[in-house]
């Protein structure tokens, strides 16, 4: 093999080298793009659901209903609405409260790593006995999320105007 060749040979390899370095680059960077949407959506059906688990609620099955809101919180949150089980069930049992949802929508705010602040907006009816017709009012709810394993859990909320 003469110079030439060797040289063309070894300009060759090393575009060869850095042409796959390149493709492996970009596939990290797809990669870890399509895992932060994946972590956004999932972290933006959490807060819709706790949204939706908020305003959901029947005098009926209050306590399911407070299990469930429960089942998508954590730490101080979670903490506090165990704590106020008892009279959660009792007001709701008491006056006779079914209340639905309708129109949810949530946007993240901000996400970074293994938490997220995400808005939620919906509208909410609440029916009783002595409103049978119910009136829809529109909520708004600030929440903190903290991923938990492969799930997000809600940590901190609050109503905002």
Do not use: C
């Amino acid at each position: 093999m003469n110079k030439t060749s060797r040289l063309t040979t070894l300009v060759l390899g090393v575009l060869v080298i850095g042409l796959a370095v390149a493709v492996i680059w970009v596939g990290v960077i797809v990669l870890q793009k399509k895992s932060d949407a994946d972590q956004r959506a999932k972290a933006v059906q959490a807060a819709r659901q706790m949204g939706v688990n908020l305003m959901t609620v029947d005098h009926a099955s209050a306590q399911k209903d407070l299990d469930r809101m429960l089942a998508g919180t954590t730490g101080d949150l979670k903490n506090q609405l165990a704590t106020q089980s008892k009279v959660f069930i009792d007001s709701v049992t008491k006056a006779q409260t079914k209340s639905t949802v309708s129109q949810v929508d949530a946007a993240v705010v901000s996400i970074d790593g293994d938490s997220a602040e995400v808005m939620v907006s919906l509208n909410g009816m609440v029916t009783n006995p002595k409103v049978p017709g119910g009136v829809t009012r529109p909520y708004r709810y600030l929440m903190d999320l903290t991923k938990s394993g492969d799930r997000w859990l809600v940590s901190k909320l609050e109503m905002v105007p």
